[in-house]
């Protein structure tokens, strides 16, 4: 099964595990996606459709500004 186009929903932009922070919790989330695992929409911070490696660094940078 492709994972990769399964998205699970949460409530803020970069917040992937839906725990109501962005952390590096779910930069990890958006990394593995990239290597086939589930998709997180939230982890989708520029909204082109796709969870790329530039998703996951927007989320860490998120995380490290406390944003």
Do not use: W
Request: proline share 0%.
């Amino acid at each position: 099964k492709d994972n990769r186009h399964t998205f699970v929903v949460g409530e803020r932009n970069g917040d992937a595990n839906n725990d109501g922070t962005v952390n590096m919790a779910d930069a990890l989330l958006a990394l593995s996606t990239l290597h086939g695992g589930e998709s997180y929409k939230n982890a989708d911070v520029d909204g082109d459709g796709k969870i790329t490696l530039q998703d996951a660094f927007n989320i860490m940078r998120m995380a490290v500004k406390g944003e």
